[in-house]
T-cell receptor
């Protein structure tokens, strides 16, 4: 079946540190890949996406590259801020899959001064 | 992007009762979905709300427990029936359609069942 595996959290970093949150997937076919962010007390917001191999999604300083050969979509940011503290979800959607999203378990990020 | 609102934002309910959650989208959308996010867990799709026909439920979810309505292209309801403490979760509505197939989410309804 289709699944998404994320690194477990919480991840605690100091402000301005480099961030990587790993995400790998298993899917039949060629999925689109997404990162969603959930700030405390809020709903999910789309952070970035990539729809085919080697695409790079980017937004708000975050980046992720769709790596078909390693079935990965790792999230990176060069310098995190306290305001980036949130839960990050990796997700996939299969083409022709009725727009259903399959989510990873989420990774909590805490950024401290 | 679609703006999605949900009511109520939170509720505390007694076991055995039912709660209906409303989801309103600010534009006509093709598809609407209901997800559950149990404490400390990821999101699990409950069902796809189909306009004018019965919802399509995922494995492990049934209509008797989670009846869903979608009377038009901008509105849907999810009812959590005969609640037990295990139903304590955040319930999220999402939609896709219009100019983009990106899925947008509502703020969620935090349900606590005592």
């Amino acid at each position: 079946g289709n699944s998404v595996t994320q690194m477990e959290g919480p991840v605690t970093l100091s402000e301005e540190a480099f961030l990587t949150i790993n995400c790998t997937y298993t899917a039949t076919g060629y999925p689109s890949l997404f990162w969603y962010v959930q700030y405390p007390g809020e709903g999910l917001q789309l952070l970035l996406k990539a729809t085919k191999a080697d695409d790079k999604g980017s937004n708000k300083g975050f980046e992720a590259t769709y790596r078909k050969e390693t079935t990965s979509f790792h999230l990176e940011k060069g310098s995190v801020q306290v305001s980036d503290s949130a839960v990050y979800f990796c997700a996939l959607r299969l083409t022709g899959g009725g727009n259903k999203l399959t989510f990873g378990t989420g990774t909590q990020l805490k950024v401290e001064l | 992007s679609a703006v999605i609102s949900q009511k109520p934002s939170r509720d505390i309910c007694q076991r055995g009762t039912s709660l209906t959650i409303q989801c309103q989208v600010d534009s006509q959308v093709t598809m609407m979905f209901w997800y559950r996010q149990q404490p400390g867990q990821s999101l699990t799709l409950i069902a796809t709300a189909n306009q004018g026909s019965e919802a399509t439920y995922e494995s492990g979810f049934v209509i008797d427990k989670f009846p869903i309505s979608r009377p038009n292209l901008t509105f849907s309801t999810l009812t959590v029936s005969n609640m037990s403490p295990e139903d304590s979760s955040i319930y999220l509505c999402s939609s896709t359609g219009g100019r983009t197939d990106t899925q947008y989410f509502g703020p969620g309804t935090r349900l606590t069942v005592l």
